[in-house]
């Protein structure tokens, strides 16, 4: 007989972690799988392995989890825990920035800065782990779902490698399926939101389609460069470091900013990443190079790791972070066809990225116990 799981959460990111973790720890008894079309857990916070040398991990998206002055009780009760055990280390000490003359300062920021320690992927993963009844919560990875209805109060989401999969309940935790931009990514012809509904049946859908639609990305590219010169990455002290480019950089040359991350063998991967808005043009390598060292001349170490420095990855985030017409949280839930979204791509007035995608999930938590 098919399973008929209570919640069906499409994504496995930071929004989709907290919403399971949060529903669990309020309902341990209800049913839970994230579908995710990614290899592991993390969404746009995950890290990647090397698949020629296993033993190279690298944060291949979002290098740090910002959170404001003003972050909400709720979120400081997740994450406090991992404060206090190292899982998430403050790294504000561990950014500077480098302006167009060539020099490097302390950046000065009004946030307060983690990382995931050891790696960004564990983040979700710690989150996950702080569920009650974690035997509730499953996940299929290397699933991308391209069709969902809503038959019979059932929801019947399809997936890529032909599985179907049924749920009581739907949690959207990405605008993917939602949006435009789906029809190129995932090769179809229409909305795969839009296609289960009639226009008209439901008011709250029909709303979020069109207020999706809006919604437009900053696209980034994140080259990998790997260093494995064990003797020159010595007189390179940091086990992590971030720079940030000044905004005349950023202008020039689309540099946002290069994180040095050690790897557990000593040897060093830098992830420069650079920040697009309308396309991800091609940039030569030697190019990307020959600019980094010029920027960093004042400074030995620098030009010694990027003339030893190799491109092992590049990854394109075609929509990396929603640049503006985010979405009100009133949307956030359907009574009547139950089905829920979360994401950094609603509106809940705190600094954005991964503060709002929690905060849209303590929301959707609060909507589902109002029902
Ligand atoms: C390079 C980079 C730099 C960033 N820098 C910043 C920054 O400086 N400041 C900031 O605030 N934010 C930044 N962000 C954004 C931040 O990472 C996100 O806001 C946050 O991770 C969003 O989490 P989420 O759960 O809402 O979405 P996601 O992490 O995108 O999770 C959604 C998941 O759903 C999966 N999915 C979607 N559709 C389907 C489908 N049809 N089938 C199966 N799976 C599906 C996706 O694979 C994804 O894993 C950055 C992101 C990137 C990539």
Redo the contacts with the bound molecule.
Sequence with gaps: MTTIYDFIV???????CTFASLLNKKSPDISILL????RRI?????TRQSRKNKILEYDH????I?FSKHVSEDILKLVSPLIESKKLLDISKDILLINEFGLLSKALNANLIYRSSPLMVNFCEEIINQSINRKKINFSFQ????SIKHINDIWEVKANNGILIKSKNLIL??S??AHPR?LKI?NITSLPLRDAFIPGKDKVVDTLLKETRKLTYIM?K?YIFYVSNLSLVQSFNNQYLQIIFSNVIKEDLNFERIIFQRQSDGSIIIAL?CFYINNLPEININNIINSLKSLFTNYKVFLDLFSEASLIDK?D?RA??PLNHLLPKELQWSDSSKIGF????FDMNS???????MN?SLSLVNFLNQS
């Design positions: 499409i994504g496995a990111g930071i929004s989709a579908v995710e079309h990614g993390g969404g746009r916070a995950t998206g979002l290098p740090s910002n699933t991308l779902i391209k935790s990405s993917l399926i789906c995932l980034r994140v990443h990854m985030w990396s972070q979360c994401g950094d791509w600094y954005g990225g991964v503060e709002s995608a849209s």
